[in-house]
């Protein structure tokens, strides 16, 4: 439930950021722009809905402990409590480091929309249209049994062999560039520097990778050799042995 929790973790920080300043400020003087209740409303339907998600598998495929969570606890060993306790901390820094986009929307209070406003909400529009699209096609392949143990390479999933953290990233591309808009809006492009590095190189997709290998085998090897890892793109040619 942890990944659960940090994700709707986002839709609290953005609206507390949101009406911070009526609790510094006088409430009865305090009028939020369009421009942060806006990127409250876009990051509250990307939180929610995505840990709605992530609640749903876990409750369908991880009643007890996540495998990825799991997985690390063995290779730790003794001191895993202490190492896990202090892994789960660290990702709540890493929270507040993300969510810098929304409080800089914020601290800006722009009181008109303009293009950097615009280009983040099509990149935005675009990562969460996909993101949704990717896991919808993941979901209905899954729920077929006799999908088990297969690799699923419809849709989307045809392209990437991780559509669904390729469009989060775009998410996060949509948040900074909306942030741009205002003095200081470039240190929002932390965000998706920083969740594009957690995605390709820490949290995800080598995790997933290893497990779906353990898994799926020679299959997934083979979808590995011809599909994308991240960013979508057409089928590489296998050459006959």
């Not at 969570?69 to 063995?74: I, S, T």
């Not at 730790?76 to 901390?89: D, K, L, P, S, T």
């Not at 096609?137 to 143990?149: D, I, V, W």
């Not at 929002?188 to 997709?205: D, E, K, Q, R, S």
Request: glycine share 8%; proline share 6%.
């Amino acid at each position: 439930m942890v990944d659960v929790v940090w994700s709707g973790g986002f839709a609290v920080l953005a609206l507390l950021y949101l009406i911070l300043p009526a609790v510094l400020v006088a409430p009865s003087r305090f009028r939020p722009e369009l421009a942060p209740r806006l990127i409250t409303v876009m990051v509250f339907v990307w939180s929610i809905r995505l840990a709605l998600h992530l609640g749903a598998r876990v409750a369908a495929h991880h009643p007890d402990e996540d495998v990825r969570y799991a997985r690390l606890r063995n290779e730790w060993g003794e001191g895993a409590n202490r190492r896990m306790f202090g892994f789960f901390q660290l990702r709540g820094v890493w929270q507040v480091v993300l969510s810098l986009p929304f409080a800089l929307v914020v601290l800006n209070q722009q009181t008109e929309l303009g293009p950097w406003h615009m280009a983040g909400i099509a990149v935005w529009i675009a990562g969460i249209l996909g993101e949704s699209t990717a896991d919808l096609q993941l979901t209905a392949f899954r729920s077929k049994p006799r999908n088990r143990g297969r690799v699923c390479q419809t849709g989307l999933w045809s392209y990437s062999r991780h559509p669904n953290y390729f469009f989060e990233w775009l998410i996060w591309i949509g948040y900074a560039l909306f942030a741009l808009s205002g003095p200081w809006g470039w240190l929002g492009l932390i965000a998706p520097i920083l969740m594009g590095h957690f995605l390709v190189n820490v949290t995800g997709i080598p995790i997933a990778e290893k497990l779906s290998v353990r898994s799926k085998g020679d299959a997934y090897r083979e979808y590995q050799r011809t599909t994308s890892a991240f960013i979508p793109w057409l089928k590489k040619r296998t050459v006959p042995q």
